[in-house]
């Protein structure tokens, strides 16, 4: 075999190497881009418009449903929420969680008692959140909150049930 055909069989080694280097990073790009990253990524939420200020009375919560666009990836999903919103004396706003921090029940506002109460095992709450009565290991979980433009604003999160401790889901 002469040095040129070894040369030659080196080159055509090395091309058919090259190219399939090149197809396989062709295609694993996209898949990665597609497929894994999006999972990788934490899902993010900004302030969401849950209604007017105006109508919210001094220390009369109130439960309000609105829309929050929810990031994940490059989708964005538009999530129906609930939140109950407390305006207090100082104009102040403050907004609750919608579930029970014991097992995640949906609770209410009783205003003949002033408490928030929640019927799956008797959890009782006081206008503040702070636990009153029953097997909920901490208070109702707050979200950030604010007025703007006569918009109240909030955050949404969802948090682990259960637990003393306020930790996102
Ligand atoms: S879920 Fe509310 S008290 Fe158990």
Not at 36 to 57: E, F, H, M, N, Q
Not at 93 to 111: I, K, M, Q
Request: proline share 5%.
């Amino acid at each position: 075999m002469s040095e040129q055909d070894v040369t030659r069989r080196n080159f055509m080694i090395r091309t058919i190497i090259g190219i399939g280097a090149f197809i396989g990073v062709a295609i694993s790009v996209p898949l990665a881009g597609f497929g894994i990253l999006p999972v990788l990524r934490k899902r993010d939420a900004g302030w969401s418009d849950a209604g007017t200020a105006a109508d919210l009375l001094t220390d009369e919560p109130q439960e309000r449903r609105f829309f929050q666009m929810v990031k994940s990836g490059w989708q964005e999903e538009r999530m129906e929420r609930t939140v109950w919103l407390v305006r207090k004396a100082d104009g102040s706003v403050t907004a609750f969680s919608p579930n029970c921090p014991h097992l995640g029940c949906g609770y209410r506002w009783f205003s003949q008692d002033k408490q928030f109460k929640c019927p799956c095992h008797a959890s009782f709450f006081d206008i503040d959140g702070k636990v009153i009565a029953g097997p909920a290991p901490r208070a109702l979980d707050t979200l950030p909150a604010k007025i703007e433009s006569g918009k109240v604003l909030v955050k949404f999160e969802i948090f682990q049930v259960g637990t003393a401790k306020k930790t996102a889901a």
